[in-house]
């Protein structure tokens, strides 16, 4: 079924008859009542609730740097203002009379607070966040996956989820592979689960770092997918792979690695950072596996 807003829903057939929220714009859809289904509805039965999607917690990121963080943020600001270029790190301490170590801590908590993005592939790789990337990273923090979304990979043959599926679901209803979706996504491309990314899910660190920063199951299922991905590719992926496999929409994509950056990136170490101005992903093995106590499995 469709949303008015463009959303599309799969829906399983026992919530036939009821009504759903779309996950996009929150909106109240009713879900059409199957042959098989309106024979039970029809019978007195007590009235139906709605099944809102479960409420996630409310996160808000800081409005202003910390105190001790303020005269790095302005010392950029400032720059950046009057060159209309990021200043060199070099510079920067010059600036603020402090060592690389310093500089490097403040750097990582300004962009795990959201206020600053860090390419550290460039010389000149700072560039300040502006009030619409910090609400799609707030966003990216809040908003629920959708438990309505459909399979991620159709059948071999092209054959739609519907056609293999039993008499019984037939009904329920779908859209054809040869209906137009507008801005349809390829499906992720099916990997099994990387050995390093079963030992690091299961390392004790990694649990005290999930719960630090009290993420939820959804995230740790999209976590998982995107160690797969960078243990299947040597350490590396790119922005638009990623968006594919974990299934995420590009604008929820620097959020979503400021969350990862916070879960993996230990006493402000750099396991993962950005490349490219964002393009690539880039996750340090031998430093991932030195602090999370891992063997050398591939």
């Known amino acids: 079924m469709t949303c008015d807003c463009g959303t599309q829903l799969s829906v399983i057939p026992r919530l036939s008859g009821m009504t759903v929220q779309c996950p996009a714009c929150a909106a109240e859809l009713p879900v059409p009542i199957t042959e098989e289904r309106r024979i ?8 139906q609730k709605s099944i809102p999607l479960p409420a996630a917690p409310t996160v808000e990121l800081p409005q202003q740097p910390t105190p001790e963080l303020q005269p790095l ?7 950046i203002d009057e060159h209309d270029v990021s200043p060199t790190l070099s510079q920067l301490r010059q600036l603020l ?13 300004l962009v795990q607070e959201g206020f600053v993005e860090h390419d550290r592939s460039q010389a000149r790789g700072l560039r300040i966040l502006d009030a619409d990337e910090r609400a799609a990273m707030a966003f990216a923090l809040t908003a629920p996956l959708d438990p309505f979304a459909a399979p991620a990979s159709p059948p071999a043959g092209g054959s739609s989820a519907a056609s293999a599926a039993s008499p019984s679901t037939q009904s329920e209803p779908t859209v054809s592979a040869a ?8 499906a992720p491309v099916a990997r099994t689960r990387h050995a390093l990314t079963v030992q690091l899910l299961a390392s ?7 719960q630090r920063n009290q993420v939820r199951d959804a995230h740790r299922e999209q976590l998982a997918i995107l160690l797969d991905v960078l243990f ?5 992926g790119d922005r638009a792979g990623i968006c594919r496999d974990v299934q995420i929409p590009e604008l929820r ?8 950056q916070r879960i993996l990136n230990v006493e402000s170490t750099s396991v993962l950072e950005q490349r ?15 602090l999370f106590q891992l063997t050398d499995q591939t």
């Open 40 to 47: 039970i509805v029809e019978e007195p039965a007590p009235a």
């Open 73 to 79: 943020f302005r010392t950029l600001q400032q720059w």
């Open 97 to 109: 009379d402090v060592d690389l170590d310093e500089l490097l801590q403040q750097l990582q908590q």
């Open 179 to 186: 209906s137009p979706v507008p801005n349809q996504k390829p």
């Open 204 to 210: 004790e660190m990694l649990q005290q770092q999930l």
């Open 232 to 236: 299947h590719n040597g350490g590396r």
């Open 253 to 260: 994509y620097n959020g979503f690695i400021a969350m990862m």
């Open 276 to 290: 490219d101005s964002g393009r690539f992903l880039q996750l340090h093995l031998p430093l991932l596996k030195r």
